[in-house]
């Protein structure tokens, strides 16, 4: 089985979700945007799983038309489609949404609220007051269709889901400990100047713990049976 995975820096891999899909079975065909890497139009077949990852540009961007093209059609396909952060903004975008600027970023470690559809699905199960890590200053509005799964208390549009297999997420279950320490110390400028101390970013290992647990609920939402 094969998943597409689209990275746009160089230090936002897939991380703790990739390592489950791999523990899984599953053989990650990683597109380094951010190395000049070419991106196949199409809706990803071929593939079983098309993954999105985040990034520093705004999904607005016209240079991500053929990654917001590509998400939409592999979500019509009906294709499992997975967008994180600017990937679920991207996501949201190709589906005939808005993205926009929110009122202030969001960086941090803070608790989710799941909707009733959100403490249903698979993917957030056990993420309802639980603390995950966000870095984004962008929000997007719901695609029609979607329902919405989770919340914060900064940004109400967190993660949502169009059909049975397309989501997006606004938080960042694929950031390991080590990851946020790296993110945190890349962005030390950004965060001094808006008030957040870096080692505030650090969290714990129950965080990583959430993002092994979505990416293992992914396997499943590909159809691997653990």
Sequence with gaps: MRALVVEHAEHEGAGLVGEALEGGGLRLEVVRTWAGDPLS???GAGYDLVLVLGG??????????????LLAASARAGRPTVGICLGA?????????????????????FPLTLSDAGRGDPLLAGLDGAPMF???SDTFELPAGAALLASSARYAHQAFRVGARTVGVQFHPECSRAMRIDWATRGADELHAAGIDP????GDEAIDERGRAFGRALLQLVGVRE
């Design 41 to 43: 139009t199409g809706d």
């Design 56 to 69: 520093p540009m705004s999904a607005n961007d016209s240079a991500l038309d053929g990654e917001a093209a």
């Design 89 to 109: 903004q991207l996501l949201a975008r190709g589906l005939g949404a808005r993205v926009r600027r929110g009122d202030a970023p969001e960086i941090g470690i």
């Design 134 to 136: 966000q870095w984004h």
């Design 199 to 202: 080692a505030a970013l650090a």
